[in-house]
C-alpha cells in the first residue's frame, strides 16, 4: 500500500481503537490485527477512490464496527470507565507544555531557582507527574489520545509529502546517535542541578547516573508502550534544553575560561 493509503487505514483503526477503548488492550490488539488483511484488501480494491467514506460504506464507520463486534461478543455499550476526551486532551496538552517547561529547566540546570518565573517549574512537575499515573494506570488514556483530532492531523502530516517521508526517515535513521547523546546530555543536566542544589561528594554523580538510567528505559519502553512516552518526551526537552545552554557556554569553552556552576 502507499503511504497515502496507509495513513487513511491507519486513520480507520485509530478511530476504531478509541471506540474499542474500555476493552482490555490485548483484545484489542486481536481485533485490530485480524482487522488489517481485510482493510489491505479493500484499500487495493478501490485504489485511488479510497477515503473514509468509501470504508465505511464497506464496513460501516468505527463506530458501527465497533458496535457489530460488542454485539457479536455480547459485551455491553462502554461506560463511565472509560476516559473522557477531555480528560484525553489535558493529558496530551500537560504533557507538549511540561515538557517545553522542562526543557527551560534543563537550560536553567545549572543555576539556583530564584524568584522569577521559574518557580512556576515545580508546578508543571507536578502536572507532569499526574498524567504520568494517569496514563499508567489506564492504557486506555493513550488511545484516547491517539484518537485526538489534533494527534490524528499532526500524524498526516508527517504521512503525506515526500519530502515530509524523507526529513522523517532521515530523522529516524539518527535516533541511535540521538539516544546516546539524550542520555549524556540528561546526565549533565541532572549533575549541573545536584551540585548547584548543594549536595556534596560523589552524590550529584550517581543521582545523575540514576536518572540517565531511567532515561535508557524510558527510551527503549516507549518504542513499543506509548505509556513511557510521558516520561521520556519530557526527558528529551530536558536533554534540549542542556544542549541549548551548551551552546551558549560554548564561546567560554572555546577561549579556555573556567565555567563554575
Not at 540528561?186 to 543521582?207: E, H, Q, S, T, Y
Request: charged share 20%; with cysteine.
Amino acid at each position: 500500500m502507499s503511504t497515502r493509503t496507509d495513513a487513511r487505514v491507519e486513520d480507520y483503526l485509530a478511530r476504531l481503537r478509541h471506540e474499542l477503548a474500555d476493552l482490555p488492550a490485548d483484545e484489542v490488539n486481536e481485533i485490530v490485527q485480524d482487522l488489517e488483511p481485510q482493510l489491505a484488501e479493500i484499500a487495493g480494491e478501490l485504489g485511488a477512490e479510497l477515503s473514509a467514506t468509501t470504508l465505511a460504506d464497506r464496513l460501516g464507520t468505527p463506530a458501527e464496527y465497533a458496535r457489530e463486534l460488542r454485539s457479536a461478543a455480547g459485551l455491553d455499550e462502554p461506560g463511565a470507565g472509560r476516559p473522557s476526551a477531555r480528560l484525553a486532551r489535558t493529558v496530551l496538552w500537560v504533557l507538549v507544555v511540561g515538557s517545553i517547561a522542562v526543557g527551560y529547566g534543563g537550560y536553567l540546570s545549572g543555576r539556583l531557582v530564584s524568584s522569577d518565573a521559574r518557580y512556576v517549574l515545580p508546578f508543571f512537575g507536578l502536572a507532569l507527574v499526574l498524567s504520568c499515573v494517569e496514563v499508567g494506570r489506564r492504557r486506555t488514556t493513550v488511545t484516547e489520545v491517539a484518537a485526538l483530532p489534533e494527534v490524528r492531523l499532526a500524524m498526516s502530516l508527517l504521512t503525506s509529502g515526500k519530502n515530509v517521508q524523507r526529513v522523517v526517515r532521515y530523522l529516524v535513521s539518527l535516533w541511535p546517535g540521538w539516544f546516546l547523546a539524550k542520555t549524556s546530555l540528561v546526565w549533565l543536566g541532572a549533575l549541573w542541578l545536584f551540585r548547584a542544589g548543594g549536595w556534596w561528594d560523589a552524590w550529584p554523580a550517581a543521582m545523575a547516573t540514576g536518572v540517565a538510567a531511567i532515561t535508557v528505559v524510558a527510551g527503549h519502553r516507549a518504542l513499543t508502550d506509548r505509556r513511557w512516552l510521558w516520561l521520556s518526551v519530557p526527558l528529551t526537552g530536558w536533554a534540549i534544553g542542556v544542549a541549548v545552554k551548551m551552546t551558549d557556554l560554548l564561546p567560554q569553552l572555546l577561549s579556555g575560561d573556567h565555567i563554575g556552576l
